[in-house]
């Protein structure tokens, strides 16, 4: 245990560039202080002393903020930075040189027993407050970005981002998967755009921007080519790309004066407060 504790210590220093010394990593990181209880509390729990370690992990919750299910299985070097809002449910697995940052709930979707929150393979990085909820694995060396909700599993050496996650990914190979007729229809045209599927550039900083990014260009060449056929058309019949704008009827134009009204309204409230 104490090979296991000098081996926490280590990690520390190599992910923390505040830690100054052991003493004060002993001392004052709640994050080791959280994991010595709970390897003591897992071991309570493996011996089917489970009133004591639930006991523990409660005044662990009370002392660091941290909540740690006595179950939950936590490999080697895991350090858990600032700490305060981590929540680690019971089924939860952790590998070796995880790291997780304050806010991070590794949750359940359902109340059934058995495994029902995530497994965290080597070397996942947790960004703040992100929420991984189910019993799906998070890939090693993969990275969750801050407030991300990640609720399926995430490839090794993924990004996942947003809400819900998105993933970005350098050499991907799509995993085989039945689809649906439209969603294989929209996966052969975004290909035929030069769509890359979860943005798989080591650019890119979110898929959903690059694919409404491609989308512009391709409406764009669109909008020039048809500019001219309009062009090649009117030299046969020069009325035929004339546009003719038909009247608003009364209708319209009373919902344009009603939307006016709301504006002007409302620049007059803005220029009242600004006033005060």
């Given at each position: 245990?104490?090979?296991?504790?000098?081996?926490?210590?280590?990690?520390?220093?190599?992910?923390?560039?505040?830690?100054?010394?052991?003493?004060?990593?002993?001392?004052?990181?709640?994050?080791?202080?959280?994991?010595?209880?709970?390897?003591?509390?897992?071991?309570?729990?493996?011996?089917?002393?489970?009133?004591?370690?639930?006991?523990?992990?409660?005044?662990?919750?009370?002392?660091?903020?941290?909540?740690?299910?006595?179950?939950?299985?936590?490999?080697?070097?895991?350090?858990?930075?600032?700490?305060?809002?981590?929540?680690?449910?019971?089924?939860a697995?952790?590998?070796?040189?995880?790291?997780?940052?304050?806010?991070?709930?590794?949750?359940?979707?359902?109340?059934?027993?058995?495994?029902?929150?995530p497994?965290?393979?080597?070397?996942?990085?947790?960004?703040?407050g992100?929420?991984?909820?189910?019993?799906?694995?998070?890939?090693?060396?993969?990275?969750?970005?801050?407030?991300?909700?990640?609720?399926?599993?995430?490839?090794?050496?993924?990004?996942?981002?947003?809400?819900?996650?998105?993933?970005?990914?350098?050499?991907?190979?799509?995993?085989?998967?039945?689809?649906?007729?439209?969603?294989?229809?929209?996966?052969?045209?975004?290909?035929?755009?030069?769509?890359?599927?979860?943005?798989?550039?080591?650019?890119?900083?979110?898929p959903?921007?690059?694919?409404?990014?491609?989308?512009?260009?391709?409406?764009?060449?669109?909008?020039?080519?048809?500019?001219?056929?309009?062009?090649?058309?009117?030299?046969?019949?020069p009325?035929?790309?004339?546009?003719?704008?038909k009247?608003?009827?009364?209708?319209?134009?009373?919902?344009?004066?009603?939307?006016?009204?709301?504006?002007?309204?409302?620049?007059?409230?803005?220029?009242?407060?600004?006033?005060?």
């Amino acid at each position: 245990m104490f090979k296991q504790l000098k081996e926490d210590i280590q990690a520390v220093f190599a992910r923390d560039p505040a830690a100054r010394n052991t003493l004060e990593v002993l001392l004052t990181y709640p994050g080791i202080h959280a994991l010595i209880m709970h390897r003591v509390a897992h071991q309570l729990w493996q011996k089917e002393l489970k009133g004591t370690a639930r006991g523990l992990s409660t005044f662990n919750r009370f002392l660091t903020g941290i909540e740690i299910h006595p179950g939950a299985k936590i490999g080697k070097r895991f350090f858990i930075d600032h700490g305060m809002g981590v929540v680690i449910g019971e089924t939860a697995e952790i590998g070796d040189d995880v790291t997780l940052y304050h806010g991070v709930t590794l949750g359940g979707t359902t109340w059934n027993k058995g495994k029902r929150h995530p497994t965290l393979e080597d070397g996942v990085v947790v960004g703040a407050g992100a929420k991984i909820l189910g019993p799906f694995t998070v890939g090693k060396n993969a990275k969750i970005g801050s407030n991300a909700v990640v609720t399926k599993a995430v490839p090794d050496n993924a990004t996942a981002v947003g809400n819900p996650a998105r993933y970005i990914l350098k050499d991907y190979k799509e995993q085989p998967a039945s689809l649906s007729l439209d969603d294989s229809r929209r996966m052969n045209y975004a290909k035929s755009l030069g769509f890359q599927p979860y943005a798989a550039v080591p650019n890119a900083s979110d898929p959903v921007m690059d694919g409404f990014r491609i989308l512009l260009d391709h409406m764009q060449k669109t909008d020039q080519r048809l500019q001219d056929i309009c062009t090649s058309l009117s030299q046969v019949n020069p009325e035929f790309c004339v546009q003719r704008q038909k009247p608003l009827s009364k209708d319209d134009q009373a919902i344009i004066e009603e939307i006016k009204r709301e504006c002007d309204l409302s620049t007059c409230s803005n220029e009242q407060a600004f006033k005060k």
